[in-house]
């Protein structure tokens, strides 16, 4: 809260003195506190109404995105009326210049939540690994794989957006403009085959590409178009990775008398994208366990388990394909689509529970 004030504050010094608006120092501070308030709060309350919706059982990630984008339009509108009322107040603004600003301003608020609190969810999620729900347990943001395919198509991406805003540029037309909609395409070929991580870092690059390009070369006359722009390809971009269903883990340990009872290795659903894989991490068991049996649920479904893999206590000890020590990686290349799986799909198992 006091880092978000700060933000505020620092930013209202700084567009007093750009615009030469004629105020002293105390009432600049009283702006900025003004504003930062205005603009926190009711976005503080989208966020709980959000985080207490997924404790209640909204895990599915399609209804986690759909509740996500209606939340960050109405708070996005609520933080309009409330900031521009006290920018008027405050003498930032003029109150005849309402009527042309409010709009761009929920335009605008409403595409920064959308690009950038996904980014920030999974950047934060990795400071606070213990939170009782993360969101990127079910979207899947706590799978990197970055590879140099996915280089490519961010250079990709970036140069096709380059020649949309220089098209714009030189013809100096409104149509031009509406090119930007055309990164929809690349935007969503990343979102159906990289991991969600991935797939909001390009969202938010090209969101700040965007915004730099708008000022370097002066299209304010154009900036609804990209406003709108950056609003239609965050939303399809969330909907558009190839989630090849939400899974439930569990483990039990084989020991010379038998086989433990099932110990859940996931709170919640992990949702598992197309291309995803999803490692598991569980403490080893006493000098007596030999090994252990990886259980899965099938898709979409949280009420009985498959044995999916049996690994050895030596594998768990080295880290099994792969991945650290005492971890275990579920590749998931059946689910994704490809034949030389490492696990196989569950769909053709005998439940165990």
Request: a neutral charge; glycine letters at 6%.
């Amino acid at each position: 809260m006091t880092a978000l004030l700060t933000g505020c504050v620092l930013i209202t010094f700084y567009t007093a003195n750009h615009y030469n608006i004629p105020l002293n120092e105390w009432q600049m501070l009283k702006a900025g506190l003004l504003y930062g308030l205005a603009h926190i709060l009711p976005y503080a309350v989208g966020a709980t109404a959000l985080r207490s919706l997924a404790r209640q059982g909204a895990r599915d990630i399609s209804r986690v995105i759909v509740l996500f984008l209606v939340i960050a339009a109405m708070s996005s509108f609520c933080a309009t009326w409330l900031v521009i009322p006290t920018l008027v107040i405050s003498d930032m603004m003029k109150e005849s210049e309402i009527a042309a600003t409010w709009l761009p301003f929920w335009i605008g608020d409403m595409a920064g939540v959308m690009v950038l609190a996904p980014f920030f969810v999974g950047l934060l999620s990795r400071f606070l690994p213990g939170a009782l729900f993360r969101l990127t347990d079910t979207a899947g943001l706590q799978q990197q794989n970055f590879s140099s395919r996915y280089l490519g198509k961010l250079v990709l991406n970036t140069l096709l957006l380059t020649f949309c805003m220089v098209l714009a540029k030189v013809t100096d037309s409104p149509n031009s403009a509406f090119a930007i909609f055309f990164l929809v395409i690349p935007h969503m070929w990343i979102a159906c085959s990289e991991s969600a991580v991935l797939n909001v870092t390009s969202v938010a690059l090209s969101s700040f590409l965007i915004a730099f390009f708008v000022h370097l070369f002066d299209l304010m006359d154009h900036v609804m178009v990209y406003q709108f722009a950056i609003n239609v390809i965050a939303a399809n971009t969330l909907f558009g990775g190839d989630q090849a269903g939400a899974y439930k883990y569990a483990v039990s340990a084989i020991t010379r008398a038998g086989e433990s009872q099932l110990t859940d290795l996931s709170v919640a659903a992990i949702s598992v994208g197309s291309d995803q894989s999803v490692d598991l991490n569980f403490t080893a068991g006493d000098a007596n366990t030999v090994g252990y049996k990886i259980y899965r649920t099938e898709k979409d479904k949280t009420d009985k388990y498959y044995c999916i893999a049996r690994i050895s206590a030596a594998q768990l000890a080295d880290g099994v394909d792969g991945v650290a020590a005492g971890y275990f990686r579920d590749k998931n290349y059946k689910i994704a689509g490809t034949e030389d799986a490492f696990l196989i799909d569950n769909s053709d198992r005998k439940s165990v529970v």
